[in-house]
């Protein structure tokens, strides 16, 4: 893994220097080696910034094809590549390294944009095509790996992360209208936080000219239409043709010039990778597991256990609260969003210790829940909406079983509290997801604590219109079974704009570790989006599927284990922990009351209640918390401004 920087003028003449000091804001994502390079007519330029992991000696990017005339960076890795490394020599390419970046290079001589459709693995990248006189860009089909860019005066601006951008001269502000939406559902696949920055979506390129900008897509789940009629096929075959799909992925991510660890957890996801890489590792493979002092988030016993069954070694790597506070700014300004769990946090903390053990590749178990209905919301839009045959009062014992067996994931993973109006989404799907409605309660909390202006100007719009805004629901949606048009959604949104940043890469590439997604191979997930849905939820058992298709290479425990999900202890539990402190003096401080978009008066008045809450509710309340310290976090980092701290300094009148 890498990252990239890239930058294309329509008019003036690109500086050699801000491509320089772009890249080298990335040095975290490449330690190992920093390269440039600009066109002979100064409209163009690419930079790299390295992390070795595949052909350690000859790998350097930008790399250029055999007539100097297309040129490429990469961040990310593909698989199965030596195939086609085969192939493009057979049809007369003169590769110059050995890496697996440079066959996306010579794919497009020979394909055009079509080339995407050849690529295995999470990726962005960015091409310079002389004779066509076009910039690819480009991003994996699940938003993987990062990929964002802006407009300046022309000038279009591309990079791994949004800091490079800023470090390029792109003026860094909050999008007031981004800001407000992202209380209430999981993040818009293009738009992001801040005034002018966009993301490429997933599994969408993007063509630039002189003239134009095209943004298609290429790659879609496509889940299967619900067909009655359909013969129903055996749980056995399900399950052989998920665990051959499913071993193969994992199996193709050991590939590395570069020892490979497993991020392990007590959760069936981790455990199934672990299980499966072991079989094919030629020595016990080292599992890195997160250990936590309190019992109900600790899931240290069950990853030991796991690690003995599959014969790795294990490696505990313990936090703390004060751990958490410790680094909870530096995650966050790695990240460049909000988080509402410190769980991204402990990940950062996590990938730290893993490149402190020498290590830069391991294999994560994220995405599963994605595609297989791992989380609790999903079992309960099962029960609400494919009630067909069931008992009423039976489905009714089922939902209250499910909230008390699911405290920790209370206003997180399941609704709290009052909900929004949410009409606007069953008028469109004829249903409203679960996790919808989970965050809707977590907005009307917030709203409590937004600045008169910012609810008056913002208040009436329903966020929940980007989702559908953004999704086409006649072709994805309409005909699928509800819980797939929920897993849709999710996908989407919360795991491109979320899992995959604050538990994923960012977390990651913090530390120059390279985390490689096996539930995330392409293959794999075609094959899960065309089987049916009571193969990912059965009755209660969430990931149905995974549990038969992995039983023989995991514990009884873990087989037997509900859904947990991945978090930290909340952080205003305890009041003498150093982490409730970090959060009472950061939203009391300066930084919160700079922040123009909520009252500080209304966020310390739910800071003194605190004390008085049970458990419960202050679990439900500490996202509100961890994302308002998220904000305060971004706003020192990178020195945010915002339309409203504009007409307040021109104006000299008071913020609310």
Known sequence: MCGIVGVFSRREPIHATTLERATRSLYHRGPDGQRQWVSADCRVGLGHARLSIIDLMTGDQPIASEDGRTRIVVNGEFYGYEAIREELQQRGHRLKTKSDSEIALHLYEDLGVHCLEHLRGEFALVLWDENRRRLLVARDRFGIKPLFYAWVDKTLYIASEVKALFAAGVPARWDEESVYHSMSYGGHQVRTLYDGVLQVPPGYFMVVTDKHLQLNQYWDFNYAASDRTATPRGDAEHAAEFREALEESVRIRLRADVPVGVYLSGGLDSCSVLGLAARHHPEPIKAFTLTFEDAAYDEGPIAREMATRAGAEFYPIPIGQLDLADAFADAIAQAETA??????????LLSRAVRDAGYKVVLTGEG???????????????????????????????LRWLDDHNTVSRGLLLPDGEIGNLDAVKRVLG????????????????????????????????????????????????????????????????????ILTMLGDRMEMAHSIEGRVPFLDHKLVELIASQ?????????TEKYVLREAVKDVITETVYKRQKHPFLSPPATLNPDDTFQTFVQDMLRGETMRAIPFFSQKAVIALLD???????GARTAFDQILMYLVSLCVLQQRFGLSSERVSAVHESAVPAD
């Open 339 to 348: 988080c509402v769990n410190a769980h991204g946090v402990a990940k950062f």
């Open 368 to 398: 599963s829940d994605e595609i297989l209905g791992g989380y609790p919301h999903f079992r309960r839009d099962m029960l609400l909406y494919n009630q067909e045959g069931q008992d009423t009062q039976a489905i009714a014992d089922l």
């Open 431 to 498: 249903f409203v997801p679960s996790w919808i409605e989970t965050f809707s309660s977590r907005a009307v909390k917030l709203r409590s604590l937004l600045a008169d202006w910012f609810l008056r100007k913002y208040g009436h719009r329903e966020g929940e219109y980007n989702i559908l805004d953004d999704t086409d629901v006649l072709r994805q949606l309409k005909g699928r079974d509800a819980v797939h048009q929920s897993l849709y959604l999710w996908s989407k949104t919360v795991m491109a704009g979320y």
């Open 532 to 540: 049916p849905v009571n193969q990912k939820i059965r009755g209660m």
């Open 609 to 615: 209640k605190l004390p008085a809450m049970d458990v």
